[in-house]
């Protein structure tokens, strides 16, 4: 009679991921009491959390279909509704309906956005990501509001800039605008030693204004899909913005090659056969 395998789940990645979802439930709470500077710094420190669960996962081989939903639903909270609430509560309530429409349209671009992911996992083009990644469109988020804090700024006095801003990161987020991944970065071979002290850099640059170096970072990352698309593109439309992408250029090339070469295969087998008839 063969052992049973035993039922359970993998503690390290969801314990990772479960102190993800931890900090963007304390950036919701802590918006709520006024905590403005400590909500957005927890948005950003569930963006490490986020980085670290799946990493952990391949490095241990700890997959699993229950850690890859955790992942998304935690995600939704971090990434979804805590910077939509965080802005809302800094700088969208004397905004009316219009606040919260803002925050909503935040919120369900983050919902589609990562239901579109999950439905391409393992077919789509790992060196780009298909719209603004939840992250990513988070800390642009938290990123306005923690340098609006660090700058005693008002945030209802600004609140027009602060609904512009987060409703269209929501709008990037279901975009087809391409932002590149970095997945194709070899983190495991040899860099020159002037790499390292670039990395040392960056790091001392971040650490002397870190909300406003991270808000100006995360912001031009944002406006590189739409920027590249424009640039690249000669004419846009509006299947370049939204819409249903079925297919990718490279793989449109692909198709046409393999069509071009089953169409020339039966041109010779239809002339071989009229040679031998």
Avoid: C
């Avoid at 395998?5 to 900090?23: E, M």
């Avoid at 670290?52 to 996962?57: K, N, P, Q, S, T």
């Avoid at 801003?165 to 279901?174: E, N, Q, R, S």
Wanted: charged share 15%.
């Amino acid at each position: 009679m063969s052992e049973q395998k035993r039922k359970g789940i993998y503690l390290l990645p969801n314990l990772l991921t479960t102190a993800g979802l931890f900090s963007g439930f304390f950036a919701v709470v802590s918006s709520m009491t006024g905590r403005f500077e400590a909500a957005a710094v927890a948005i950003f420190v569930a963006m490490v959390f986020d980085g670290l669960d799946g990493r952990v996962a391949r490095m241990t081989n700890t997959q699993s279909d229950f850690g890859a939903e955790y992942d998304s639903m935690a995600d939704m909270v971090s990434f979804g509704m805590a910077p939509a609430l965080v802005a809302y509560n800094w700088g969208l309530t004397e905004l009316g309906k219009f606040g919260w429409l803002a925050a909503f349209v935040y919120v369900a671009g983050a919902a589609l956005r990562l239901a579109r992911f999950n439905t391409q996992v393992g077919i789509a083009d790992k060196r780009f990501f298909q719209g603004l990644a939840s992250p990513a469109a988070a800390a642009v988020v938290a990123g306005l509001v923690w340098v609006g804090v660090e700058y005693d700024a008002v945030g209802t006095d600004y609140g027009i800039v602060v609904a512009l801003v987060t409703g269209f990161a929501g709008l990037l987020m279901v975009s087809n605008f391409k932002y590149n991944s970095f997945k194709e970065l070899n983190w495991h071979g040899k860099v020159p030693f002037v790499g390292l002290l670039i990395v040392l850099l960056i790091f001392v640059v971040v650490a002397t204004e870190p909300a406003l170096v991270l808000f100006i970072v995360f912001s031009l990352y944002a406006l590189a899909g739409p920027i590249n698309t424009f640039r690249t593109v000669d004419k846009v439309t509006l299947n370049d913005v939204v819409g249903e992408q079925e297919e990718d250029a490279d793989f449109d090339a692909d198709a046409n090659s393999t069509t071009d070469t089953v169409d020339s295969s039966e041109g010779q087998q239809d002339e071989e056969s009229s040679n031998k008839v």
